[in-house]
């Protein structure tokens, strides 16, 4: 019996448009690639332009503020440190979470988080409502020795933050690339950085001392302990002043 459909061989029946689709743009690369453009760029507008206005963006809160200093240099570790493969900075608008966590994550929490840390892995606890809620010695003793405040923690430890010490001047480096990328760091408060360091770091050293740890204000480990504290800070404050929240 003869192919009723033998002109079209590979063809489904009565399908023109994929006759259509086969002879007008898969047999012709140029046709192909302007199309392929096009839907690409008209699918992309509509994403871009209604973010496009800065009214249409993420709300900024006026209580959400740069990291100081002394925070920038703990987050800079925190990086160097891989600390971002293990834990996550994200909690989730789910019941289980936020009971473990506290309050789901906002978009505002991350206005300048450069880049942001939100992570893709939870070998270790979510760390975005760490702030307040462990005093300064129990961060300084669970980079230490994890096991000492965490049983059965596979965290490994990280001694050298304790002797190592950080710069200044790298800190400040940091503060003055993120400044130049909007963050609202000022003339005064880009010469003041040591200053503001010392002064940060000179109130974490009180802390520690109160329960028997000795450190100084330049220790890698008192950087890092700013930045754990400083977690969530904000965003606690903006969900208190507007009655929202758990």
């Known amino acids: 019996m003869a192919n009723m459909n033998s002109e079209h061989d590979g063809e489904p029946q009565g399908t023109a448009y994929g006759r259509f689709h086969r002879r007008v743009l898969e047999r012709r690369a140029a046709i192909m690639a302007i199309a392929t453009t096009l839907a690409i760029s008209v699918g992309g507008l509509v994403e871009i332009i209604?973010?496009?206005?800065?009214?249409?963006?993420?709300?900024?809160?006026?209580?959400?503020?740069?990291?100081?200093?002394?925070?920038?240099a703990g987050r800079d570790m925190y990086l160097r440190e891989g600390c971002y493969t293990c834990h996550s900075q994200m909690v989730r608008?789910?019941?289980?979470?936020?009971?473990?966590?506290?309050?789901?994550?906002?978009?505002?929490?991350?206005?300048?988080?450069?880049?942001?840390?939100?992570?893709?892995?939870?070998?270790?606890?979510?760390?975005?409502?760490?702030?307040?809620?462990?005093?300064?010695?129990?961060?300084?003793?669970?980079?230490?020795?994890?096991?000492?405040?965490?049983?059965?923690?596979?965290?490994?430890?990280?001694?050298?933050?304790?002797?190592?010490?950080?710069?200044?001047?790298?800190?400040?480096a940091s503060v003055v690339a993120l400044s130049k990328v909007g963050h609202a760091y000022d003339d005064t408060s880009l010469e003041g950085v040591t200053a503001s360091l010392e002064a940060q770091g000179a109130g974490i050293v009180a802390n520690l001392a109160t329960a028997g740890v000795s450190a100084e204000w330049d220790d890698e480990i008192v950087a890092m302990i700013a930045y754990m504290q400083r977690l969530g800070v904000d965003g606690r404050a903006v969900f208190e002043a507007e009655g929202t929240g758990r």
Do not use: C, N
Not at 52 to 68: I, K, L, N, W
């Open 93 to 172: 608008p789910m019941r289980a979470e936020i009971l473990r966590y506290g309050e789901w994550s906002r978009a505002f929490e991350y206005t300048y988080d450069r880049p942001f840390q939100l992570g893709s892995r939870r070998l270790g606890p979510d760390l975005h409502r760490v702030g307040g809620k462990y005093p300064d010695a129990w961060h300084y003793e669970h980079m230490r020795d994890p096991r000492s405040t965490s049983p059965g923690s596979i965290m490994p430890a990280y001694p050298w933050m304790i002797d190592h010490k950080i710069d200044p001047a790298d800190i400040r």
């Open 50 to 72: 209604p973010m496009s206005p800065a009214s249409m963006g993420p709300e900024q809160p006026a209580m959400v503020s740069p990291y100081s200093p002394l925070e920038v």
